[in-house]
């Protein structure tokens, strides 16, 4: 299954609490951002993430990444392009791109594996999942 194609642009309003005494976005609220353009991604490609939880999935974070390349500042208006790809039949990545109208501030991803709520064990992604991902490829 591949599905590099899907992506989604979720735009967001840098608030004065994302900052650090420099001004800036503080490091560490990528992360928060890239979870902001990866559930609005999955919102809009018709499966929110309650639906997950409710099928009796989680998808918990197992690795992640962040290159920062331009600071952002209070106010600024942010699109986080959110990219979802399968890396293997167990697990999801999503790419992230951070930018302004004029300069990238960031980019990364973040993998994800599909497990059962109950056990905790990984599985491979529910048919909630691929059933979305193929009706939005065909």
Known sequence: MNVS?????????VRYADTDKMGVVYNGNYLSFFETGRTELMRNF??????????????????????????AKYDDILQIKATLEMESPAKI?????????????A?????????????MKPVRPPKIFTDIINAEQA
């Open 107 to 119: 980019e990364g991803f973040t993998r994800h594996t599909f497990v059962d709520s109950n056990t």
């Open 93 to 105: 990545k999503f790419i992230y791109n951070i930018f302004t109208s004029t300069s990238t501030i």
């Open 5 to 13: 194609n899907i992506s989604h642009i979720t735009q967001f309003r």
């Open 46 to 71: 018709g499966l929110p993430y309650v639906e997950v939880e409710n099928a009796g999935y989680l998808l918990p974070l197992i690795d992640s990444y962040v290159k920062y390349l331009n600071p």
